[in-house]
Every structure is written in C-alpha cells, then in structure tokens.
C-alpha cells in the first residue's frame, strides 16, 4: 500500500497538468505557437521564451532542456549574424561590410527577434512533445483521421525506441571490439555499417511484430470498439473556457493595433501604452497557465495532507 508521501511523490514526478484532457493540452499548445510565430513585438517574445523556457524546465527537467538550449544556441548565433549579412533594410546604417552593403541596426534587431521566436517556438514543442504521448495522439484523431493518426503514433514511439536499440547495438559492438571510435578509418567506417545493418534488421523485424501484433487485435475491422482512458470533464471544460476568453480578448487587442511594432524600415513602436500593458497582462496569463495549474495543484495538494 502507498504512503502519502509516495502518492505526492508519484504526483509530482508526473505532474498535474499531463491529467487534463488531451483535447485541452492540445489546444493551449497550438494557441502558444500560434500567438509566439506570428506576434513579433518584443515584449511578447521575451515573455514567451521565459514562460517556455519556465514550462520544458518543469515538465522536461534541466538535462533536456539543456540539450535543447545545446542544440538551439548554434542556430541563434547563425540566425543573428547572417540576417545582417544577407539583409540590408533599414534606415539606421551603422557601418558599411567590404563588399559595400550596408549594416543597419534594424537587421541586428530583427535578427535577435527571429532568434528569441525560433528558441521560443522551439521550447513550446518540447513540452508539447512531453504532455501530448502516442496515445493522446491516437485518441485524438483515431475516429477522424484512423490511418495518419496511427503513423504519427507510431513515429512518435519509434524515434525512441531506435536511440534507445541503437544505443544497446553501440554498447554490445564496443565489448567485442568493434567500436566506431577506434582503429583506422576504415575500421570505423566497417564497424559503424555494421551497426547500421543491425538496426535495419530491427528496424524491420520491429514492423513486422507490430503489423501481426495489430492484426490479431483486429485493426481496421468495422464495429471494432475501444477502450479510452481520457475523459473530459468539468474542470477540462473551465480551463478550455478559460483559454478562449482571454485568447478573444488578446485577438481583440491585436485587431485594434495595441501591440503594433515594426522593425522596418525604422524600428517604430509604442511598447508601453495602457492598451499594450493591458495585453501583455494577458498574455503572460495565458503563458503561465500549464506552469500555474501544476503550482497551485500542489500546494493545494500540501495543504489537504497538512490536514489528515
């Protein structure tokens, strides 16, 4: 029998938000890439990558964020100074590069904000990809689209399942010599063509266990029911409302030009009016909603034990 604390244990590495409804998790990640790929203005993006960054932490742990911020700062570095480089709008010309084009300030600018979008936008899909399993996938679109929701499925698992093969592969060549950081380069390269027929032949004995598997289960039989362990309840429904109320309000805000920015061909705009302001508060809001939901649960979830 579980104890308290193993029950808050067992909550917390879980998390309180991967409990809600697929369709709600679903929903609120597509609104964040929404709002984040196509609202440039500074503010919103130095918010959406705080609460990004805020959220993979908390639902991924600081080794895969770490990871993603590895893979992710290469790629920043490349977008920041090649902007300027292939971009020559602007009107503020800071210096001018030996093939006579011009540098601007509003490049550099410009650059920095596609960088902080694609980190943003970047983040937001890997706690998409941590809350959203193979399984919501499946539940999601199995009744409207059967056949692309089951290769989703099963791409999504596959991907780790290989590293995970490969990895067992890479270990098991290593202990009887034939490592592929070792020896000659045509040693490595023999030994890494080795590993990459391993992993084919896996890669297609696995297909053909899991076609038989979904054959004698009956898959794509008609009248075929199925069990589902998701249901969307009244407290789905509060947060989906919750979501659409302050997305209105921010589609409102955004159709009466309170955030307008621009960073061509002068960098131009008003970042704090009372009408931005406005809309930044909301925008946070709807930001730190998964972060929120998991904070508040637990500390209500302390205070309930603090009782018995």
């Not at 805020?54 to 920043?76: D, E, H, Q, W």
Request: hydrophobic share 50%; net charge positive; aromatic share 14%.
């Amino acid at each position: 029998m579980m104890s308290a604390e193993d029950t808050q244990q067992e909550n917390n590495d879980e998390g309180y938000f991967f409990k809600y409804a697929p369709l709600y998790q679903f929903y609120i990640f597509c609104t964040y890439n929404r709002f984040t790929m196509f609202i440039m203005n500074p503010v919103c993006l130095a918010v959406s990558f705080l609460c990004a960054l805020l959220t993979a932490l908390y639902l991924n742990g600081k080794k895969a964020v770490r990871l993603s911020l590895v893979f992710l700062l290469p790629m920043i570095l490349l977008i920041v100074l090649v902007n300027p480089i292939f971009n020559h709008e602007g009107m503020t010309i800071l210096t001018y590069f030996p093939w006579d084009n011009p540098l601007t300030l509003e490049s550099i600018v410009y650059g920095i904000a596609s960088a902080f979008l694609l980190s943003s936008t970047v983040l937001w899909f890997s706690s998409f990809n941590a809350v959203i399993t193979s399984d919501k996938v499946v539940f999601l679109f199995g009744r409207i689209m059967p056949s692309l929701s089951l290769v989703i499925s099963m791409a999504l698992r596959f991907v780790p399942r290989f590293s995970a093969q490969m990895k067992l592969v890479r270990n098991a060549q290593h202990t009887i010599g034939r490592d592929i950081n070792e020896g000659t380069l045509f040693q490595r390269i023999r030994n890494a063509v080795k590993i990459l027929s391993i992993m084919i032949t896996w890669s297609l004995e696995n297909a053909i266990e899991t076609a038989d598997s979904m054959k004698s289960r009956g898959h794509g039989l008609k009248g075929r029911t199925s069990y589902s362990l998701y249901k969307f309840d009244k407290r789905d429904a509060f947060m989906l409302c919750t979501i659409l109320f302050t997305g209105l309000v921010l589609m409102i805000l955004l159709f009466t030009n309170a955030i307008k920015f621009r960073y061509y061909p002068s960098i131009k705009g008003d970042l704090f009016t009372v009408q931005s302001v406005i809309f930044y508060i909301f925008y946070t809001f709807l930001m730190l909603i998964p972060l929120s939901v998991n904070i508040g649960e637990g500390i209500k979830w302390k205070h309930m034990q603090s009782k018995i």
